[in-house]
């Protein structure tokens, strides 16, 4: 037996109906049938005043009032009174590291329909960044969660009645708004098929929150030629700690200051680890006055994860 086929129609196709059948000449509106409605359809309310309509545009009235109705009313035509509940759980883990969560004070999730743009759900990821030895460490098989259930996460339910391209997007972390990046991930989302198993819909966030900082930002040329003292703060996106041979290992990193004046550029100078954790400094010279652009980077050759911040200088001739 063939399964009987039907057209699912939003409230915009019946608006769009609406609008064509009004547009209609009257005798193809009203079907062309001539007849006019008889004591049974002025009972059933289909004359106006003292005018009878067609029955032809007895139908075309229903719609329309039908129509009407509905769009009054907020109600769905067939297709979106079948909405499933679908739901999603977002984290976001910073590259090589751990969750994105209070401790930056999260990062923002939006979902959209990728091919509309229209917003379904947005909101912060709240919990703790997780736990370090079992996310950094453990070895674990193919569908093992690393987060446990107070891990940073954004839930959202989405009333979805047909599948739909799905983009989340990530930004953060928000506590350190001039680091912070944004990222992105599509993928296709069936109604009533949730999103939540395992760490549910994990999206990496990749940078290092690099600030850096000097003594002072205008020197003398000869307090230049004696050294300039350039510190920087390198911090996954999670907030976690560097320093020497823990997970994140401050002498696996390459953080170094670039240095320009114009166009000519001076020289990579390297920051080491200052004994304090995710703290580095280096003290370099430069001979010549002017304005100079320093930019500090800090860059994981593991992951490719980097980082940078930008400082300017000005060398007076005296």
């Known amino acids: 037996m063939r399964a009987k086929a039907y057209v699912r129609w939003s409230r915009f196709d019946w608006l769009q109906r609406v609008i064509r059948l009004v547009r209609l000449p009257a ?25 009878a309509i067609p029955t032809g545009c007895a139908d075309a009235a229903v719609t329309v009032l039908l129509a009407a109705c509905l769009m009054v009313s907020g109600l769905t035509m067939p297709g979106s009174v079948n909405a499933e509940s679908t739901d999603i759980t977002v984290r976001v883990l910073a590259r090589s590291a751990m969750f994105v969560g209070d401790i930056v004070d999260g990062a923002q999730v939006t979902i959209t329909d990728a091919v509309s743009g229209e917003v379904l759900a947005q909101g912060i990821t709240k919990g703790q960044a997780g736990d370090a030895k079992r996310i950094m460490a453990v070895a674990r098989t193919r569908g093992e969660p690393i987060a446990e259930e107070t891990d940073a996460w954004f839930s959202a339910t989405l009333e979805l009645d047909e599948p739909r391209y799905v983009q989340v997007t990530a930004f953060g972390p928000l506590q350190r708004r001039e680091s912070a990046t944004k990222t992105s991930m599509t993928q296709w989302v069936v109604p009533g098929r949730h999103l939540t198993g395992g760490d549910g819909w994990v999206i990496e966030l990749a940078g290092f929150f690099v600030q850096g900082d000097m003594p002072a930002s205008s020197v ?17 996106m999670c907030g976690c700690p560097v320093r020497p041979g823990f997970y994140w290992d401050a002498e696996s990193y390459e953080v170094a200051a670039l240095v320009k004046r114009g166009d000519i550029r001076i020289g990579r100078y390297p920051l080491h680890y200052a004994d304090t954790a995710s703290d580095f400094a280096g003290t370099f010279p430069i001979e010549l006055p002017g304005l100079y652009e320093i930019t500090v980077y800090a860059y994981d050759p593991l992951s490719g994860n980097t980082g940078v911040d930008r400082l300017s200088l000005t060398v007076t001739d005296q």
């Open 220 to 236: 003398s040329r000869a307090e230049a030629a004696a050294g300039v003292t350039v510190e920087a703060e390198v911090v996954p």
């Open 27 to 51: 005798e193809k509106r009203c079907g062309g049938t001539g007849r006019y409605a008889g004591d049974s359809e002025r009972r059933a309310g289909f004359v106006i005043g003292s005018d």
